[in-house]
Nanobody, 114 residues
Framework: VQLQASGGGLVQPGGSLKLSCAASGSLFSFTRLGWYRQAPGSEREWVASMTAGGSTDYADSVKDRVTISRSRAKNTLSLQMEMLRPEDTAVYYC?????????WGQGTQVTVSS
């Protein structure tokens, strides 16, 4: 399984970005999908996740500002981010889990700066 994240870039504070993650296999075959991020000098942290049944959960730091979703037609996992803050600057990774096996995308850089 290969995951490829895209959509990152430079955005001003208060701006929006939509990240996408394309998978080589059906995203709907995984038990859990998620987005994580890693800022310079920090450990990778969980941002948002979605179960196979479609239930979603968000980290407190991004709650009410991001939305995780998946598209069966495009076979993509997305993360819509609004009201971005400088502290959201990080490399964002998509993750797909099936049982005890976890797959990671290569990451996409998000920089929030004026």
């Amino acid at each position: 399984v290969q995951l490829q994240a895209s959509g990152g870039g430079l955005v001003q504070p208060g701006g929006s970005l939509k990240l996408s993650c394309a998978a080589s296999g059906s995203l709907f075959s995984f038990t859990r999908l998620g987005w994580y991020r890693q800022a310079p000098g920090s450990e990778r942290e969980w941002v948002a996740s979605m179960t196979a049944g479609g239930s979603t959960d968000y980290a407190d730091s991004v709650k009410d500002r991001v939305t995780i979703s998946r598209s069966r037609a495009k076979n993509t996992l997305s993360l819509q981010m609004e009201m971005l803050r400088p502290e959201d600057t990080a490399v964002y990774y998509c993750n797909a889990r099936r049982g005890d096996v976890s797959y990671w995308g290569q990451g996409t850089q998000v920089t929030v700066s004026s």
